[in-house]
């Protein structure tokens, strides 16, 4: 199966939880791709200590385009 997400907020929150559930598809053999548009590309400012946005950023071995 083939997977696309398509972030396009700076929402730490949601940025979070797209690239956790990327992750996890990663982690099943899902071949999966992650595409940062407008706001999305400002992804490394959006995360807090709640909402590790690089430590998922980091974990993720698929397609990744900003």
Not at 6 to 28: F, H, P, S
């Amino acid at each position: 199966m083939k997977v696309l997400f398509i972030i396009t907020t700076d929402d730490g929150e949601t940025i979070y939880n797209a690239m956790r559930l990327a992750n996890v598809g990663v982690d099943k053999g899902t071949e999966v791709s992650v595409f940062m548009l407008g706001k999305g590309v400002m992804f490394e400012q959006s995360g807090s200590e709640q909402f590790d946005v690089m430590g998922e950023m980091n974990k993720f071995e698929g397609d990744f385009y900003v």
